[in-house]
């Protein structure tokens, strides 16, 4: 499977933003799928997870409240919509499947999660 991230931007601390991950390949909605990101000179670290139907997910403390996670298994693509954006949340942010079919939650560490994409930047000033 091959995953495109697209969405990322330059955007004032407070704003918006909506990443998208395109995939495609056999069985989508039958894996689920996490964002992360990598900020310079940071190890690249898990922002938030979906399982493969949707009705479970879950996010990092750092962005609950302001980030949602969702997708449309009919377009085989995964939301993260960000808002009340950070300086501190400016990074590299990559999709990436999970490695295990039909896992009830959604994985929080990098091991679980296979084919990743190639990252879309996001930039958040103050």
């Known amino acids: 499977v091959q995953l495109q991230a697209s969405g990322g931007g330059s955007v004032q601390a407070g704003g918006s933003l909506r990443l998208s991950c395109a995939a495609s390949g056999r069985d989508f909605n039958r894996y689920g799928m996490g964002w992360f990101r990598q900020a310079p000179g940071k190890e690249r670290e898990f922002v938030a997870g979906?399982?493969?139907?949707?009705?479970?997910?879950n996010y990092a403390a750092s962005v609950k409240g302001r980030f949602t996670i969702s997708r449309d298994n009919a377009k085989d693509t995964v939301l993260l919509r960000m808002v009340s954006l950070k300086p501190e949340d400016t990074a590299v942010y990559f999709c990436?499947?999970?490695?295990?079919?039909?896992?009830?939650?959604?994985?929080?560490?990098?091991?679980?999660?296979?084919?990743w994409g190639q990252g879309t930047q996001v930039t958040v000033s103050s």
């Open positions: 990436a499947r999970d490695g295990l079919f039909m896992a009830v939650d959604p994985p929080t560490t990098e091991e679980r999660y296979e084919n």
């Open positions: 979906i399982n493969w139907s949707g009705q479970n997910t």
